[in-house]
């Protein structure tokens, strides 16, 4: 396969992973510890949507479905799927020492290691997936935190309202 179009389409699998796993355990909207609302209402401040705010804050506070979702990979990378259930474990323990009450970042890494493993059967690499993840969280709060943070509540909101139905 084509790294590029493998890092590609493995960036758009660790986006969705993340984004889902993260939404479902309602991290843009309620985080698990007290530095994700300090963030969230600094992003808040500055004309950011609190839902994404709160995300931003999360990433920075406790491992969610992004560093679970990174750390798999490169669990994978280095001993397979058990490495992939190891990331989860070092992500779980890490949830722990922050006070998150939340499992995101566990269920993120497992999916991830599942994922990985689904796809490489047609070709892709766990390299591809770290660099994937990468420009996953990027793209979702690395550029700019304000306005990826306007964008992730209107997702978390879409989301939400589908769930409701």
Not at 39 to 54: L, N, Q, S, W
Not at 83 to 100: E, S
Request: net charge negative; aromatic share 8%.
């Amino acid at each position: 396969m084509n790294e590029i179009i493998g890092i590609i389409i493995a960036a758009i699998l660790c986006w969705i992973n993340f984004v889902i796993v993260d939404t479902y355990f309602g991290l843009p909207e309620q985080p698990g510890v007290r530095g994700a609302r300090i963030v969230g209402e600094d992003v808040k401040r500055r004309g950011g949507d609190i839902a994404g705010g709160f995300f931003q804050g999360n990433i920075l506070c406790s491992p969610d479905a992004s560093a679970g979702t990174l750390m798999a990979s490169i669990g994978y990378l280095l001993l397979g799927i058990p490495g992939g259930i190891i990331a989860a474990f070092l992500v779980c323990i890490g949830n722990r020492l922050c006070a998150d009450p939340g499992y995101a970042g566990t269920v993120g890494s497992l999916t991830a290691t599942i994922i990985i493993f689904i796809c490489s059967f047609v070709g892709f690499t766990p390299e591809m997936f770290i660099v994937g993840m990468v420009i996953a969280i990027l793209t979702i709060q690395g550029i700019d935190q304000v306005r990826a943070s306007i964008i992730l509540g209107k997702i978390a909101q879409k989301l939400n309202r589908h769930a409701e139905e």
